[in-house]
Nanobody
Framework: QVQLVESGGGLVQAGGSLRLSCAAS????????MGWFRQAPGKERESVAT????????YGADSVKGRFTISRDNAKNTVYLQMNSLKPEDTAVYYC???????????WGQGTQVTVSS
């Protein structure tokens, strides 16, 4: 069974940085796509960034380009989200997710709260 456990969330002032981590377990994740999503109060969940197995293809939402960087360590089954220059509008619950390369079903972590104060 796929398990995704996020860590690294917290409270930070605007302009600060946080690094989220997501440890994956329960199976071999070779070839899987990993991603970060977020959901702010009253808003729908949105994609923040995704990364393929070989880490040579990444996607980032326009709202975070130039500020957030997704990376992965396949030996550790871990994906990271480095968040710099944080803004109050980045406040949300951040979810780690994983899916097989050509699949449509995402597996989800429990989420970690990120709060950016102005």
């Amino acid at each position: 069974q796929v398990q995704l456990v996020e860590s690294g969330g917290g409270l930070v002032q605007a302009g600060g940085s946080l690094r989220l981590s997501c440890a994956a377990s329960g199976r071999t994740f070779a070839g899987w796509i990993m991603g970060w999503f977020r959901q702010a109060p009253g808003k729908e969940r949105e994609s923040v960034a995704t990364i393929n197995w070989s880490a040579n293809s990444t996607y980032g939402a326009d709202s975070v380009k130039g500020r957030f960087t997704i990376s992965r360590d396949n030996a550790k089954n871990t994906v990271y989200l480095q968040m710099n220059s944080l803004k109050p509008e980045d406040t949300a619950v951040y979810y780690c997710a994983a899916r097989i390369r050509f699949g449509s079903t995402w597996f989800w972590g429990q989420g970690t709260q990120v709060t950016v104060s102005s």
